[in-house]
């Protein structure tokens, strides 16, 4: 079991930086893929980032360059680096977790690969 608790959203103007932390409890924690999803208001939640075990990293197009997925073992979180924010990606972020293959397939994306949910943290661009 892994329970996971985000934090650090808060509102911003385009072209902001903003990180968001996700702390993990539990003894499973580094063998998790960790992954960070993000939903807009009317819209379905969506991929952004994950990180897998062996600390290799996968992104979606719409974030590529501009956010930067990393774990610290040590405390136990993972953290999602947001540079060069847009309005569009005012969402609710979350913080989600999952093991074994999926994390290396391109399943990875998928809501329904993660056993493991956050709460969400609020991100609000403004341009």
């Known amino acids: 079991q892994v329970q996971l608790v985000e934090s650090g959203g808060g509102s911003l103007q385009a072209g902001g930086s903003l990180r968001l932390s996700c702390a993990a409890s539990?003894?499973?924690?580094?063998?998790?893929?960790m992954a960070w999803f993000r939903q807009a208001p009317g819209k379905e939640r969506e991929a952004v980032a994950r990180i897998a075990p062996d600390g290799s990293t996968g992104y979606m197009d719409s974030v590529k360059g501009r956010f930067t997925i990393s774990q610290d073992n040590a405390k136990n979180t993972t953290y999602l680096q947001m540079n060069t924010v847009k309005p569009e990606d005012t969402a609710k972020y979350y913080c989600?977790?999952?093991?074994?293959?999926?994390?290396?397939?391109?399943?990875?994306?998928?809501?329904?690969?993660?056993?493991?949910w956050g709460q969400g943290t609020q991100v609000t661009v403004s341009s």
């Open positions: 539990g003894d499973s924690y580094r063998r998790a893929c």
């Open positions: 989600a977790a999952t093991y074994g293959y999926r994390c290396y397939s391109v399943s990875w994306s998928s809501l329904g690969s993660y056993d493991y």
